[in-house]
Nanobody
Framework: QVQLEESGGGLVQPGGSLRLSCSSSEVALKHYAIGWFRQPPGQEREGVSCTSVDGSTLWNPAVKGRFTISRDSANGTVYLQMNNLKPEDTAVYYC?????????????????WGKGTLVTVSS
């Protein structure tokens, strides 16, 4: 099973910023739609953002305008830039890949997942 790798999580104060990275040494992510998901403590996993191979994006309204998603065209690494973080953004963040390249088909529809990285927003 292909495993994606997330990095960049940590502890940040409210209003701060973090950048998460999603990479793979096994598949070329540039051919996949990549989604970021998060699971707050005691809650279900939810979608945050998705970027397709054509550059189109989808957003959770809770983060739109604060987070941006980008893809390195050379190595396929996908970044989630998170600005103006709020305590309610605290969660384990996961990246996932969909082989169609077209969109992200939700928590149950993605092909590959990472193990997650913890983001804690607290003063």
């Amino acid at each position: 099973q292909v495993q994606l790798e997330e990095s960049g999580g940590g502890l940040v104060q409210p209003g701060g910023s973090l950048r998460l990275s999603c990479s793979s040494s096994e598949v070329a992510l540039k051919h996949y739609a990549i989604g970021w998901f998060r699971q707050p403590p005691g809650q279900e996993r939810e979608g945050v953002s998705c970027t397709s191979v054509d550059g189109s994006t989808l957003w959770n309204p809770a983060v739109k305008g604060r987070f941006t998603i980008s893809r390195d065209s050379a190595n396929g690494t996908v970044y989630l830039q998170m600005n103006n973080l709020k305590p309610e953004d605290t969660a384990v963040y996961y990246c996932a890949a969909d082989g169609s390249g077209l969109t992200c088909y939700g928590v149950d529809g993605m092909d590959y997942w990472g193990k997650g990285t913890l983001v804690t927003v607290s003063s």
